[in-house]
């Protein structure tokens, strides 16, 4: 199994919503990625996450929080989000992090849309 | 980071070979380079990497420069589902992680 699953595939949430994203892969990897990808832009990494701990934060608001409940699992809890944060949201996942085969298998994420 | 400079688009004839430039003249000695791909509105897929020596597999090949200061990624018969932007990353080491840094990419369209 080579797939890295994102749920769910659309979500519109109201400013004082509270929702999470759900990612998931069997695939054995340790290392686990949030990327947040605008409209025509490149997707810009958020966070990363290396044996279950976070050990990247790109400076995300705290409106955005990540868990990584085991290794096969990764949500993104989102609490008091704008209309500037929607976007398409996409999970990763790789190896280990280090190794020289790292890389990244992504999922075909989730579309966000804050009103 | 390592930067990289890509060209903002580029056409190529269906069951023609795709050769894809990018330039990473800041690039450090343990620094690898990696393709990726986008399809419209899917997740990126990853096609290649390689430090300084040439790499082929199933999907493409990649031709490094020996200073390696630039790479051109080679898709050697395009089909219309190559059609995708196609982003050149400088890897980045960061602690126990790695960091993958997306520039704006290439977009690249296949032509019947």
């Known amino acids: 199994d080579t797939e890295v699953t994102q749920t769910p595939k659309h979500l519109v949430m109201g400013m004082t919503n509270k929702k999470s994203l759900k990612c998931e892969q069997h695939?054995?990897?340790?290392?686990m990625y949030w990327y947040k990808q605008k409209a025509k832009k490149p997707p810009e990494l958020m966070f990363v996450y290396s044996y279950e701990k976070l050990s990247i934060n790109e400076s995300v608001p705290s409106r955005f929080s990540p868990e990584c409940p085991n290794s096969s699992l990764l949500n993104l809890h989102l609490h008091a989000l704008q209309p500037e944060d929607s976007a398409l949201y996409l999970c990763a996942s790789s190896h280990d992090g280090t190794s020289y085969y790292n890389e990244q298998f992504f999922g075909p994420g989730t579309r966000l849309t804050v009103l | 980071d390592a930067k990289t400079t890509q060209p903002t688009s580029m056409d190529c004839a269906e069951g023609r070979a795709a050769n894809l430039p990018c330039n990473h003249s800041t690039i450090s000695g343990n620094e690898y380079v990696y393709w990726y791909r986008q399809i419209h509105s899917q997740g990126p897929q990853y096609i290649i990497h390689g430090l300084k020596n040439n790499e082929t597999n199933e999907m493409a090949s990649l031709i490094i420069t020996e200073d390696r200061k630039s790479s051109t990624l080679i898709l050697p018969h395009a089909t219309l589902r190559d059609t995708a932007v196609y982003y050149c990353i400088v890897r980045v080491a960061w602690g126990g992680s790695e960091k993958l840094v997306f520039g704006k990419g290439t977009k690249l369209t296949v032509n019947p």
């Open positions: 695939m054995g990897h340790r290392a």
